[in-house]
């Protein structure tokens, strides 16, 4: 709980994941995946519930094993790879008995995500009296250089509306959505409202902490990186 407000962590994790089988309940430096996002969950000063939506028994059994709560199992519909993460956000709000003020998705690919970025994330969402915080990493290639190919097959700058910096280190730093932590008020979720809008601010996280698991490549690259650290 922060300023009377009772804060729930939802961390979604489908069955029929494609990009990297069964990732949720992969081993990841000799825990399950899930298990990452769940300890550091479990370690928030501010969050009062840690749950799990999920339609897979065997996710459900490994996440509750970890620490956290099972209540309900997702439905079928919503455990599809066309399922919007808003909805199986709505769908956990209305289903669970507990009313909540505030509620941070946390999803289990970004495994290095800490307490303090969710802590993080939460009071300054609060503190800025803002409708919802969204974690992000500053991108090494700034997009003032990214290009598009036309129709024609020419290339054109993807900012061509914008001057192009005379330098690269001139141009202003550019952010990426990273994934790790998402931040709304439950009111505004459940009239509709997304983690995104005019009223979004940020919590800046680093690099090394902002690894997103979507492929096979990921994964082995996150179990070298974690053991290259492990070794000195």
């Known amino acids: 709980m922060i300023d009377g407000l009772k804060v729930l962590a939802l961390i979604p994790a489908r069955g029929g994941s494609k990009g990297v089988p069964r990732k949720n309940i992969r081993d990841l430096a000799g825990k399950p995946l899930i298990a990452w996002t769940i300890e550091a969950a479990l370690a ?3 969050i009062d519930d840690v749950v799990l939506s ?8 490994t996440a509750v094993a970890w620490g956290a709560s099972a209540p309900f199992v997702r439905p079928a519909e919503l455990a599809t790879d066309s399922a919007d ?3 199986v956000v709505r769908h956990a709000l209305q289903t669970l008995p507990t009313t909540y003020d505030v509620l941070v998705l ?4 970004s495994p290095l995500r800490s307490t303090a970025d969710i ?14 915080c969204v974690s992000i990493c500053e991108v090494e290639k700034s997009p003032f250089w990214m290009m598009e190919i ?12 914008k001057p192009l910096p005379t330098r690269r280190q001139d ?36 690099k090394e902490r902002s690894f997103d698991i979507d492929t096979e490549f990921d994964l082995k690259y996150l179990r070298f990186y974690l053991s290259e650290g492990q070794n000195g």
């Open 119 to 132: 802590d993080g994330a939460i009071g300054t969402c609060l503190q800025a009296g803002a409708a919802t």
């Open 106 to 109: 946390l999803q289990p690919t």
């Open 44 to 46: 928030s000063r501010y």
């Open 54 to 61: 999920s339609d897979d028994a065997e996710i459900i059994e």
């Open 85 to 87: 993460s808003l909805s």
């Open 150 to 161: 036309q129709g024609n097959g020419r290339l054109s700058r993807l900012l061509a509306d």
């Open 171 to 206: 141009a202003p730093a550019s952010y990426t959505l990273n994934g790790a932590v998402y931040v709304a008020r439950c009111s505004d979720l459940l009239a509709g409202n997304g983690f995104l809008g005019d009223d979004t601010v940020p919590w800046i996280m680093p």
